[in-house]
């Protein structure tokens, strides 16, 4: 992907679920006052095809976006075969304010699904940080008829939050995957599911939990 971060003020208009405050006594901390960094590493899939994901944080670093324009999955119809299941996989360089560390709390996906009657579709998320053993999965299933938005929301108790080790940069992996099957449905009729609109404009938010770092 070219020229990596896409920062912009206007995401915060989009991150209306932004997480809440919690009691510094129970380890959580409020967002630091400098700017996290994020720039995109690496990214690879059938999903997001160079130039088609950006990546932008909010205003108040407690979430950041993901956006795609070109990834959709179909089956049925004259679908070739490999068309049924689609990937993106997002290798992040997060570069946070001295002193403090992060996990992902939650995530928001959005799209657009057209399921015939007998289709099914799926949307599969997993996190990890790298050289960590520690992967987290997430599944949501759809089934037709269904012709309409989808969303899906991954969320992750407070208490078993992963956070980034402590001084030591570590690149944060994110595996998207949308499948359809066109399933009992006629074999004449197309079903596809997108993760993104007709203007390209559907992202994926990714909530932000901060914790201070011990004093050395």
Not at 99 to 111: E, K, L, S
């Amino acid at each position: 992907m070219a020229g990596g971060l896409l920062l912009s003020a206007a995401a915060a208009a989009l991150l209306t679920a932004a997480l809440p405050a919690h009691d510094p006594s129970a380890g959580f901390e409020d967002p630091p006052p400098d700017k996290i960094v994020i720039k995109v590493a690496t990214v690879n899939g059938s999903g997001c095809p160079a130039g088609t994901a950006a990546v932008a944080v909010s205003a108040d670093n407690t979430a950041f976006t993901v956006t795609y324009s070109d990834y959709l999955a179909q089956a049925g119809g004259n679908s070739a075969p490999t068309a049924s299941r689609r990937n993106c996989q997002l290798s992040l360089l997060v570069h946070v304010p001295q002193g403090f560390t992060y996990a992902i709390a939650g995530a928001d996906y959005r799209g657009f699904a057209s399921l015939q009657p007998g289709a099914r579709g799926t949307q599969r998320a997993s996190y990890y940080f790298q050289g960590s053993s520690n992967t987290e999965y997430r599944t949501h299933p759809f089934a037709g008829p269904y012709d309409d938005n989808w969303q899906a929301t991954d969320e992750t108790d407070w208490a078993q939050l992963v956070y980034a080790p402590c001084g030591v940069q570590r690149n944060f992996n994110i595996n998207t995957e949308l499948r359809v099957s066109a399933g009992a449905s006629s074999s004449d009729e197309v079903s596809f599911m997108t993760m993104d609109s007709t203007d390209g404009d559907i992202s994926t938010v990714y909530h932000l939990a901060w914790k201070e770092c011990p004093q050395d």
